[in-house]
């Protein structure tokens, strides 16, 4: 397994990002995805999560409405939109695979500024 996020970056309050997230080294369209994020100090929290087919997502509560969770499975890639960010979303954030949760990538970082 190999996941290669990218897309995070400085945004104001109310700004979009757009994140994605490029898997190798198995077969993508089997496995559920899962974006999760994590402050310093702090636990990682999960954020969103997709089945294989894309059909089924799952958000935490607050991010709801906000943020949307998809796939591409002939890229092979998971993407995060973002949008509405508020500096409380400020975080590194990583994208697993179902293919196996014992493996991190290196994560991106978003920064909302207010």
């Known amino acids: 397994v190999q996941l290669v996020e990218s897309g995070g970056g400085l945004v104001q309050l109310g700004g979009s990002l757009r994140l994605s997230c490029l898997a190798s080294g198995f077969i993508f369209s089997r496995y559920s995805m899962r974006w999760l994020r994590q402050t310093p100090g702090a636990d990682r929290e999960m954020v969103a999560s997709i089945s294989s087919d894309g059909f089924m997502t799952h958000y935490i509560d607050s991010v709801k409405g906000r943020f949307t969770i998809s796939r591409d499975n002939f890229k092979n890639t998971t993407y995060l939109q973002m949008n509405s960010l508020k500096p409380e979303d400020t975080a590194v954030y990583y994208c697993?695979?179902?293919?196996?949760?014992?493996?991190w990538g290196q994560g991106t970082q978003v920064t909302v500024s207010s």
């Open positions: 697993q695979s179902s293919a196996n949760w014992n493996y």
